[in-house]
């Protein structure tokens, strides 16, 4: 299984930002699983940014909780991470990941300036 992020950049504070995740290879594995949204900023630990089981049920981090959404296409395998009213505290790279299957993207680089 690959996972292959794109959408990172530069943006104002504010700012809106979507980021996505296309899978390929053994994709079912992917549909029947969660998939995830993790960031590392610099100097810190990697911490998961948000959620989406196979059903749809999401769940985030309480830091961008009402400001992300993440969703999924189990058809298209990809997976979504929609970020409006960024924080130069958003900052990071992202990674789409299925953690439980030991499935990382190489992350995508989001910055945020004020």
């Known amino acids: 299984v690959q996972l292959v992020e794109s959408g990172g950049g530069l943006v104002q504070a504010g700012g809106s930002l979507r980021l996505s995740c296309a899978a390929s290879g053994r994709t079912f594995i992917l549909s029947i699983s969660t998939m995830e949204w993790y960031r590392q900023a610099p100097g810190k630990q990697r911490e998961l940014v948000a959620s989406?089981?196979?059903?749809?049920?999401?769940n985030y981090a309480d830091s961008v909780k009402g400001r992300f959404t993440i969703s999924r296409d189990n058809a298209k395998n990809t997976v979504t991470l929609q970020m409006n009213s960024l924080k130069p505290e958003d900052t990071a790279v992202y990674y789409c990941?299925?953690?439980?299957?030991?499935?990382w993207g190489q992350g995508t680089r989001v910055t945020v300036s004020s």
């Open positions: 989406i089981t196979r059903a749809g049920s999401t």
């Open positions: 990941a299925c953690a439980s299957s030991g499935y």
